[in-house]
């Protein structure tokens, strides 16, 4: 099992800026395939940004060229660096690690989430 556990989400002003941190278990983070995704209230939880083992990274429409993912695989660790934040950023950001063996199988784990509130 991998745990997850999320960190630095708080009250931010529209423009702020914020940094989440997912600090995860296990001596095999590197091979996981990492993400953070998000749900705000009355809505279903959507994709944000993926950074995979090899460090390739995407980026759902509206959070590109604001947020940026990374990793540092030294202390198992993955941040969302969330910049020029509206108000329709406000949502339970969760952490996601990911391992696919192809052709299907699958492992997942998902943290408990941060909140993060944008507003004046």
């Known amino acids: 099992q991998v745990q997850l556990v999320e960190s630095g989400g708080g009250l931010v002003q529209p423009g702020g800026s914020l940094r989440l941190s997912c600090a995860a278990s296990?001596?095999?983070?590197?091979?996981?395939?990492m993400g953070w995704y998000r749900q705000a209230p009355g809505k279903q939880r959507e994709l944000v940004a993926t950074?995979?083992?090899?460090?390739?990274?995407n980026y759902a429409d509206s959070m590109k060229g604001r947020f940026t993912i990374s990793r540092d695989n030294a202390q198992n660790t993955v941040y969302l660096q969330m910049n020029s934040l509206k108000p329709e950023d406000t949502a339970v950001y969760y952490c996601?690690?990911?391992?696919?063996?192809?052709?299907?199988?699958?492992?997942?784990?998902w943290g408990q989430g941060t909140q993060v509130t944008v507003s004046s």
């Open positions: 996601n690690a990911r391992r696919t063996v192809p052709p299907s199988l699958t492992y997942e784990y």
């Open positions: 296990g001596r095999f983070f590197s091979i996981y395939n």
């Open positions: 950074i995979t083992s090899a460090e390739s990274t």
